[in-house]
């Protein structure tokens, strides 16, 4: 027999939220804007390639407590300038604005998010549980135009942990008086919301777009948001 769940708890970020599309375009403004092909990064893609290679290697870090978000946010430029030998700090600190600034605001989500929460939103209650930023997320899901279809934003600033640590699940469950046993969790990150949702008792869809190799056995694995509407 199915399960009966109650309560659904997304992820956001590559989940939802079009991340790589989003960042990209805000990357292509502030490329233009402050004239980077005039310090010698003349290949917008290869830019794009390094800056999302050393956002990921900082991220990895933040997420293990060992730089700020602070640092996070300025090193990812201060790195990516002196990668192409550009030591230009001030440069990196208006970039590292504008990219936090710019990027929330833009509106792509991953290909059938919209039909996919349409249909779950009658029969569900919907939640997110993100470990992004508190600033942005709100932002992220107003101007995607999908902030109406959940109840709890729940946000690992504010719970006080970071998927996969257990304890921000517990803190969604309090949130939401949800439990284990009546809620699933959908997600693109094997670690953070695979691994971290089968620790704390509750089920797993592991959103799979590029067909990654997995270790994780989710409860169910999809490469196509679509395909949720045929489990749920
Ligand atoms: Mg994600």
């Known amino acids: 027999m199915k399960k009966k769940y109650q309560h659904i708890f997304f992820d956001l970020d590559r989940t939802l939220w079009d991340l ?62 002196i990668l192409y030998s550009v030591q230009h700090f001030a440069l ?3 970039l590292g604005e ?29 939640h997110i549980i993100t470990n992004g930023f508190k600033e942005v997320q709100h932002i992220k899901l107003s101007k995607s135009g999908i902030a109406k279809y959940f ?7 504010i719970a006080g942990y970071n998927k996969p640590h257990m304890e921000i699940f517990r803190y969604a469950f309090q949130e939401t008086n949800a439990t284990p046993e009546n809620s699933i969790m959908i997600g693109d ?6 691994i971290g949702a089968k620790n704390a008792g509750i089920d797993q869809i592991y959103f799979n777009p590029s067909e990654k190799k997995t270790n994780s056995e989710a409860t169910y694995q999809i490469c196509c948001l679509s395909e949720i509407k045929n489990l749920l």
């Open 20 to 81: 790589e599309k989003n960042s990209e375009q805000a990357l292509f403004e502030l490329y233009h804007y402050y004239r980077l092909v005039e310090y010698g990064i003349t290949d917008f893609n290869a830019f794009i390639k390094n800056f999302n290679q050393i956002n990921h290697s900082l991220w990895k870090m933040y997420s293990l407590g060992k730089i700020t978000k602070e640092e996070l946010r300025l090193q990812r430029f201060n790195k990516l300038l």
């Open 151 to 157: 109840q709890k934003i729940i946000l690992s600033e």
């Open 98 to 126: 504008a990219y936090t600034q710019h990027t929330p605001n833009k509106p792509h989500l991953c290909p059938f998010a919209k039909e996919v929460l349409e249909h779950l939103y009658p029969k569900y209650a919907l």
């Open 92 to 94: 990196a600190k208006s």
């Open 189 to 194: 990150d094997e670690d953070a919301d695979i």
